[in-house]
């Protein structure tokens, strides 16, 4: 099992930058491909990247890639998501996730505390 915490977030203006940053706790943290998720009060939630168990393989939506940049430090049982270029549409509450799914699926085992971003114009 892991438990997940995201940090990081906050305000910003458009066309800057934030790292927020996934802290975990648990044993098998390295078994996990960990998804970084988006959501919107009265909208869907939108996997924006993610990364496999050891790093070698990402996933971005068309709408971060070369913007966003996902990481991930197994010994220090963090992951990464660095937000360069933000746009006000990049306003939400992010959250990551742990799970067994494919990178570019929406599945997930655990979810874990957000953080909110917003951007300004």
């Known amino acids: 099992q892991v438990q997940l915490v995201a940090s990081g977030g906050g305000l910003v203006q458009a066309g800057g930058s934030l790292r927020l940053s996934c802290a975990a706790s648990g044993r098998a943290f390295s078994d996990y491909n960990i998804k970084w998720f988006r959501r919107v009060p009265g909208k869907e939630r939108e996997l924006v990247a993610s990364?496999?168990?050891?790093?070698?393989?990402?996933y971005y939506s068309d709408s971060v890639k070369c913007r966003f940049t996902i990481s991930r430090d197994n010994a220090k049982n963090t992951v990464y998501l660095q937000l360069n270029s933000l746009k006000p549409e990049d306003t939400a509450s992010y959250y990551c996730?742990?799970?067994?799914?494919?990178?570019?699926?929406?599945?997930?085992?655990?979810w874990g505390q957000g953080t909110q971003v917003t951007v300004a114009s």
């Open positions: 990364i496999n168990r050891n790093g070698g393989s990402t």
């Open positions: 996730a742990a799970g067994f799914t494919a990178i570019t699926a929406a599945g997930y085992s655990y």
